[in-house]
C-alpha cells in the first residue's frame, strides 16, 4: 500500500513570496490533516478535513494560509506571503477514521523563507 | 488549548540500557498518542492509550497511562541504535477536533 505522498520535499523562496504544497493521502482515508513543525518543537496541527470539508482550522493563520481538498482526495496548502517565521517542515497525515486514532503521516516540506 | 510536556527533552544512553520517556499533560487525557520521528522524515506510530491503567507493548516499547495524573511513560527494554529518534507523545482535545503534540524528546544510544 502507499503511503501518504508529499511535494516538494525542499523548498527555499525569499520572504513576501507565495509557495504551494501538495499532498496525496493514502486511498481511501477519508480524514486529511496539515501539521506545521518548527524546528525542535511537536508538529502543530494547522486544519484538518474529513473528505473535502474542513473540520477545523482554528490554528490556521488564514490571513496568509489557505488549504483545500478538492474532491476529498489531494491536498493543497498554500502560504502567501510567506514570512521569515514560516520556515518549517510541513507535514501531511491521513487516517481511515473520523477521529483522530492512528494517523499516518507523509515525508514532509521543509520549507526556507529568507 | 493543552499542553503536552516530555521530560527529558534528551537522552543519550549506551545499548543495551533501558530508558523512560514522561509526556504529562495539563488538562485531562482522552486519548494519548506515541510517536516516533526519525530525524528528517515523517511520524511513524507506536501506540494509542485510552483508559487509565492501561499498558501496551510493541516488541521492546511499552506505554503506560495514568490517567489520575494525567500523565503517559514509554520505555525501552534494552534500546538498540534502531531506537534513535525523536519520541513524541500526542493527544486529543475533548471536543475531538483538535491534536495535540508534545515538545518531543531526542534518543541517541550508542553502539
Known amino acids: 500500500e502507499a503511503g501518504v505522498a508529499q511535494s516538494p520535499r525542499y523548498k527555499i523562496i525569499e520572504k513576501r513570496q507565495s509557495v504551494a504544497f501538495w499532498c496525496n493521502p493514502i486511498?481511501?482515508?477519508?480524514?486529511l490533516y496539515w501539521y506545521q513543525q518548527i524546528l525542535g518543537q511537536g508538529p502543530k496541527l494547522l486544519i484538518q478535513?474529513?473528505?473535502?470539508?474542513?473540520?477545523?482550522d482554528s490554528q490556521l493563520p488564514k490571513d496568509r494560509f489557505s488549504a483545500e481538498r478538492l474532491k476529498g482526495v489531494d491536498s493543497t496548502l498554500k502560504i502567501q506571503p510567506a514570512k521569515l517565521e514560516d520556515s518549517a517542515v510541513y507535514l501531511c497525515?491521513?487516517?481511515?477514521?473520523?477521529?483522530?486514532?492512528?494517523?499516518?503521516f507523509g515525508p514532509g516540506t521543509r520549507l526556507t523563507v529568507l | 488549548s493543552q499542553e503536552l510536556e516530555q521530560s527529558p527533552q534528551s537522552l543519550i544512553v549506551q545499548e543495551g540500557k533501558n530508558l523512560t520517556i514522561n509526556c504529562t499533560s495539563s488538562?485531562?487525557?482522552?486519548?494519548l498518542y506515541w510517536y516516533k520521528q526519525k530525524y528528517g522524515e515523517g511520524l511513524i506510530f507506536l501506540m494509542m492509550l485510552q483508559k487509565g491503567g492501561e499498558e501496551k507493548s510493541h516488541e521492546k516499547i511499552t506505554a503506560k497511562l495514568d490517567e489520575k495524573k494525567q500523565q503517559s511513560s514509554l520505555h525501552i527494554t534494552a534500546s538498540q541504535p534502531s531506537h534513535a529518534g525523536i519520541y513524541l507523545c500526542?493527544?486529543?482535545?475533548?471536543?475531538?477536533?483538535?491534536?495535540?503534540f508534545g515538545t518531543g524528546t531526542s534518543l541517541t544510544v550508542i553502539p
Open positions: 478535513f474529513q473528505n473535502n470539508g474542513v473540520v477545523d
Open positions: 500526542g493527544a486529543d482535545s475533548n471536543t475531538g477536533n483538535q491534536f495535540y
Open positions: 497525515a491521513s487516517s481511515p477514521l473520523t477521529l483522530f486514532g492512528e494517523q499516518f
Open positions: 486511498s481511501g482515508h477519508a480524514t
Open positions: 488538562k485531562t487525557l482522552y486519548g
